[in-house]
């Protein structure tokens, strides 16, 4: 998509906002997203590894997203310093523009460094719990075999299956 079709959205931001989300990129992501997984249990931990695996894929997926419209505003900005300040009247809207473009682009890359912390913790856990990165993940296939129903049974094999699973129930 060229840059010129390309939808970069205004973000409601200012300096307290963007040191908001310095302060919480900063977190311990590791010691919070470790919290989710009981390492304890085999089960737990091997059904946590869909749930990372799916944290990371998000949080770089958004990092790539961030870090675009961050250099987008970066690069609005460098092109209003060389091109537009050239011009002595005007003087007091370009310094709007290059404030907003100054904050959007901050706040862009906050965001863009806040989930880059995330998906390295979320790599860090993936790799100390699983032996591997998120990205080797194998995802698994859906069978293309046939599945047999009650309606492939014969009236014996129904009645085999209920008795043992009576017995093995009690009930």
Sequence with gaps: MSDMNR???????????IDALKVVGNQDWFQIIGCFVDE?????????????????NSAENSVRSFQS?????????????IYQRASASGREIDEQNDDFMLKQ??????LCDKYKSISDAVVQLYEQLYDMHPKD???????????????????????????????????
């Design 69 to 81: 419209n961050a250099d987008h505003y970066k690069k609005m900005y460098e092109d209003s310093l």
């Design 7 to 17: 939808k970069i959205y205004i973000l409601p931001t200012n300096e307290p906002e």
């Design 105 to 110: 682009g901050k706040t862009w890359k906050a």
């Design 137 to 171: 993940r194998k995802m698994t296939k859906q069978s293309k075999g046939t599945v047999r129903t009650i309606k492939d049974m014969t009236p014996k094999e129904i009645e085999q299956t209920k008795e043992m699973s009576a017995q093995a129930f009690g009930y």
């Design 40 to 56: 304890t249990s085999k089960i737990d931990k091997n059904y946590s590894q869909i749930m990372l695996w799916q944290i990371w």
